[in-house]
T-cell receptor, first 116, second 113 residues
Framework: GDSVTQTEGPVTVSESESLIINCTYSATSIAYPNLFWYVRYPGEGLQLLLKVITAGQKGSSRGFEATYNKETTSFHLQKASVQESDSAVYYCALGENQGGSAKLIFGEGTKLTVSS | AQTIHQWPVAEIKAVGSPLSLGCTIKGKSSPNLYWYWQATGGTLQQLFYSITVGQVESVVQLNLSASRPKDDQFILSTEKLLLSHSGFYLC????????????FGKGTRLTVV
């Protein structure tokens, strides 16, 4: 089946440093799945950070970027300069079509702590 | 604006006791509804989905059941909890169709003792 693997956490980064959280996927049921990054801030629900549905395209939000690379089957999340407010758990996911509904296959999640 | 409300926020339950978790979606008619679960140290995985009232499809067998008694309500339940049911349960919704954004509730933390 389809799967997603991401950087094992927890990850600690100092404020204003750069960040990369690796994500690779394996999609057997669909050639070019939709790819997502979700984030869960402390005390909050899971929310969409960014998505890319076309191979080769880049998505961005809140200073984060991720490029859909079909050659390396990767969707790494990057940010040039993190802030303390970026501390959260980040999930990479791919989307499948399931009987007319959406099914998300998630990675394990990466807990990020940004220290001041 | 659409809102999703999940209840309870947290539960501590004894092995063998019943469980009922719920969520309500307001502001969207005929949404697709989902239950996701994450065991401690595990990965978020989809348990059930529903595309219409009264119809629920099971994705993973965990001795849990789900029902959709109303268009905007999704219930997760079991008559006998196992230790392995502990974890974080998330209700979610999306618009009809497959390539749509999925919106999640804040989740329920379940501890089975």
């Amino acid at each position: 089946g389809d799967s997603v693997t991401q950087t094992e956490g927890p990850v600690t980064v100092s404020e204003s440093e750069s960040l990369i959280i690796n994500c690779t996927y394996s999609a057997t049921s669909i050639a070019y799945p939709n790819l997502f990054w979700y984030v869960r801030y402390p005390g909050e629900g899971l929310q969409l950070l960014l998505k890319v549905i076309t191979a080769g395209q880049k998505g961005s939000s809140r200073g984060f970027e991720a490029t859909y690379n079909k050659e390396t089957t990767s969707f790494h999340l990057q940010k040039a300069s993190v802030q303390e407010s970026d501390s959260a758990v980040y999930y990479c996911a791919l989307g499948e079509n399931q009987g007319g509904s959406a099914k998300l296959i998630f990675g394990e999640g990466t807990k990020l702590t940004v220290s001041s | 604006a659409q809102t999703i409300h999940q209840w309870p926020v947290a539960e501590i339950k004894a092995v063998g006791s019943p469980l009922s978790l719920g969520c309500t979606i307001k502001g969207k008619s005929s949404p697709n509804l989902y239950w996701y679960w994450q065991a401690t140290g595990g990965t978020l995985q989809q348990l059930f989905y529903s595309i219409t009232v009264g119809q629920v499809e099971s994705v993973v067998q965990l001795n849990l059941s789900a029902s959709r008694p109303k268009d905007d309500q999704f219930i997760l339940s079991t008559e006998k909890l196992l230790l392995s049911h502990s974890g974080f349960y998330l209700c979610a919704w999306s618009r009809q169709g497959a390539n749509t954004e999925v919106f999640f509730g804040k989740g329920t933390r379940l501890t089975v003792v």
